[in-house]
């Protein structure tokens, strides 16, 4: 008898034949929020400004200049559009004139570019997340965590209030990439280390 079969034998023996059912796991925690989709739009902001990102806010006609804006905001002065990567699924009217797409090439290559515009699946307010899903408006996960600046535009629509009513609106089996702030540590001493793991700076165009 191997070790992990003789362990797994005196496990089933202290355990006994005369096993309690075990109970059913009732989830009744809240699947809807029946705030105003306005105060929504509010809570979201608070929360990814208090996690250090920005957001700019605009009506669909100003996606385009407002995306650029954030670029301004999270890239230094005299960046170029080449320095900019899409992920494939994002509108042509979203897209800064010459930036590149995302065309699948090796993964490390996006760590060339300076920045990388998407759009998001999902926004939860009440945890200030915003999930990707690997679809072509999101892109794949290596585009959204390998360059330093990343400009997120979520539509007013994609905001939920919580996350099981954000989950609900995913696909299961998706890669679900989702991100609460620029990429950060206090590992060390207790002392904040932004950029370790994924972006910099988080910039979030929120229409509506």
């Known amino acids: 008898m191997s070790s992990r079969n003789e362990v797994l034998a005196r496990i089933r023996t202290a355990l006994g034949t005369e096993r309690a059912p075990v109970p059913e796991i009732v989830r009744d925690y809240r699947t809807t929020d029946e705030r105003p989709a306005e105060e929504l739009l509010d809570v979201l902001v608070d929360r990814l400004e208090d996690y250090k990102a920005t957001v700019l806010r605009c009506t669909p006609g100003e996606i385009p200049a407002t995306v650029v ?88 629509d994609q905001v939920v209030g919580g996350v099981p009513e954000g989950l609900a609106r995913l696909e299961r089996s998706a890669p679900l990439t989702m991100i609460s702030g620029p990429s950060a540590t206090s590992d060390i001493e207790l002392s904040r280390v932004e950029g370790v793991h994924g972006p910099r700076t988080l910039v979030v165009v929120l229409v509506g």
């Open 69 to 156: 804006a954030a670029l301004d905001t999270g890239l230094p002065a005299g960046w170029a559009p080449a320095d900019v990567v899409v992920a494939p699924g994002v509108p042509d009217p979203w897209r800064p004139a010459g930036t590149a797409e995302d065309d699948g090439r090796p993964a490390v290559e996006l760590a060339d570019f300076s920045a990388t515009v998407v759009g998001v699946a999902v926004a939860i307010a009440e945890t200030g997340t915003l999930v990707l899903d690997g679809s072509p408006l999101s892109g794949r996960r290596a585009l959204s965590l390998l360059p330093d600046c990343l400009v997120c535009v979520v539509i007013a």
